[in-house]
């Protein structure tokens, strides 16, 4: 779980004595990229990205001040990010900063890394937009990056799929992104499995179903990640199955077009699920379908989730999702009871349920079915696949 309500920043802007006529932006500018509502910055992304579970509402910007020690030396003696965020920190000695969520060290050129360390961050004109600073101050209040199934690498040192998951904040900054001339990279926004991870999915507004081992159905829209002042269900949840809808515009403008992201957590971490891996699509599309074939479903059990329909007008998604419960096993490999009626159709006793056989059935004689089932359960490892037999399904 992660914090909620106001995430305070300090944040310090520093400069060095061999270059303290640089300031490339105003403490003013500062406070609209960072600390103030309604600017398009740091505090509107995060009420929209955690869907208003968090907010920036009371960070101080401290400074510009000058470091009494020319670059090249402050950087020599502090090699370290964390090195660095500490600099900062002790040129406002007077700030306490435990009274903040966090710090953000803001240098005046580029001091040759940027990021988290902590529960700070190290920014500087060339690492400072809304997206950067969204990912960094993500670490801060407790996310952790996400990923995509592949095996691609983002960076030598990432590991495979990391930075890969391109719809959501923490796999920044390979993402979607839009470019503002005045606070440069936006968006994209959080992903549900995250939002859930940091308990800022509001749960009325996600719909679940699960089910220990009975078969259903059902069919829901999903609003916009973009839009939660439309009511309605934000995401849905089914097991450890993540589904959101995502529109182009806002904080997403830059995502390819309108799409269904599915996604799974392995603690901390949010993985997409691709629609087609080889090409390395992550958003569903309607008609897709998601989960085992339905010979499988039949023969398994399992959840398939399928992409009926997007309103982009409404910004909503149609899915319906389909749960099959497996067989029980009860009967044992070969030990099928069965007889032949008079009008040549049959029956089974499956489970202890008599079975009809339908007589001159279409799809195959009682013969058949019962060789299918015998050979199902040895073939299977005793799943049982009664296919074929037609005429009974579960409520
Ligand atoms: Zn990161």
Known sequence: MGPTGSQKFAVFLCKFSD??????????????????????????????????????????????????????????????????????????????????AGVIAMYNTDVGDGGNAN????????????????????????????????????????APGEYYDMYDIMSAMNIYSTYDSRFQQKGPLLCAANLDRMGWLDSSRVWSGQSANSSWSDVFDLVSMSHPEIPGFLAARIGGLYIEFRTQELWDTAIPRAGVLLHVVSDPN??????????????WQPGQVYGPPDLSMAINGGTQVRILSFDLNAKNARISVRFAARRPIVVGPGQVLGGVGSDGGGWLILNGRIIPIPPRSPVMSLAEAMANYVNAELNLGGLAAGLGLGGFSGR
Do not use: C
């Not at 406070?31 to 910055?41: D, P």
């Not at 968090?54 to 020599?76: H, P, V, Y």
């Not at 949010?270 to 958003?283: G, P, Q, R």
């Open 19 to 100: 270059n303290s006529n640089v300031e490339p932006f105003t403490p003013d500018f500062y406070r609209q990229l960072i600390a103030e509502r309604g600017t398009g910055g740091l505090n509107d992304y995060w009420i929209a990205a955690s869907q208003s579970a968090i907010n920036l509402d009371g960070s101080d910007i401290f400074g510009w001040r000058t470091i009494q020690q020319k670059q090249a030396d402050f950087l020599a003696a502090r090699p370290g990010r964390w090195d660095k965020i500490l600099g900062a920190m002790a040129a406002f000695s007077e700030v306490d900063t435990s009274k903040y």
């Open 119 to 158: 529960n700070g961050v190290l920014a500087s004109p060339t690492g400072m937009s809304v997206t950067f600073l969204g990912h960094e101050t993500g670490h801060v209040v407790g996310l952790e990056h996400s990923f995509d199934q592949s095996t691609r690498k983002d960076v030598t040192w990432s």
């Open 270 to 283: 949010a993985i997409i699920i691709a629609s087609d891996l080889t090409n390395y699509v992550d958003d």
